[in-house]
């Protein structure tokens, strides 16, 4: 699964697809987004993505909103952390044609909810649409030596 995202700054609402089925080995990935995709590529160092999610639904819509929490890392610098929560609504159950703006009330509802419940905990520090995006990309213009250099091509065509 290919999930491709367009934005040009960090906002509540980012346009984003998802491609199934694409098959590409880790040492093809940037020649196809290059070449399949006609895209700009600058790699950005690795990291480990933690990632917790919960799916709750509107009993008055049917409307399906994921709460997602997560936790990425450098792995040439652990200590470079970003933990965040996020909500995002990802379908309807219903049959019936939705309101955009009910969709946008009910989320505003949920977060409100959240931001009491991880300000109760000491767990919210700010409220943001930063993205990971952003984290990798603010980390490495701080520590430039953090850029990941090209990944070595295996000649046997396996994945690693």
């Known amino acids: 699964m290919l999930k491709r995202k367009w934005f040009a700054e960090d906002t509540f609402a980012r346009r984003e697809e998802l491609t199934p089925g694409v098959d590409v080995a880790p040492e093809g990935f940037e020649e196809y987004l290059r070449g399949k ?12 993505r933690v990632r917790y ?3 709750c639904e509107s009993m008055r819509t049917g ?29 309807s159950r219903s049959v019936l044609d939705h309101d955009k703006d009910e969709v946008l009330r009910e989320m505003e509802r949920i977060d409100n909810w959240l931001r ?8 919210a520090t700010e409220h943001t649409f930063y993205s990971k995006r952003s984290f990798l990309r603010d980390t ?17 065509g396996g994945r690693p």
Do not use: N
């Not at 995709?37 to 480990?48: E, K």
């Not at 792995?75 to 952390?81: G, I, N, R, T, Y």
């Open 116 to 123: 009491d419940y991880l300000a109760a905990r000491g767990w």
């Open 140 to 156: 490495v213009e701080a520590r430039p030596d953090l850029a990941q250099s090209p990944r070595p091509t295996s000649k046997a």
């Open 37 to 48: 995709l006609g895209l700009q590529v600058r790699a950005m160092p690795p990291f480990q």
């Open 53 to 55: 999610d919960i799916q």
């Open 63 to 91: 409307h399906v909103y994921g709460i997602f929490f997560d936790r990425s890392s450098l792995l040439a610098e652990p200590e470079a952390v970003l933990s965040q929560c996020e909500l995002e609504y990802l379908r």
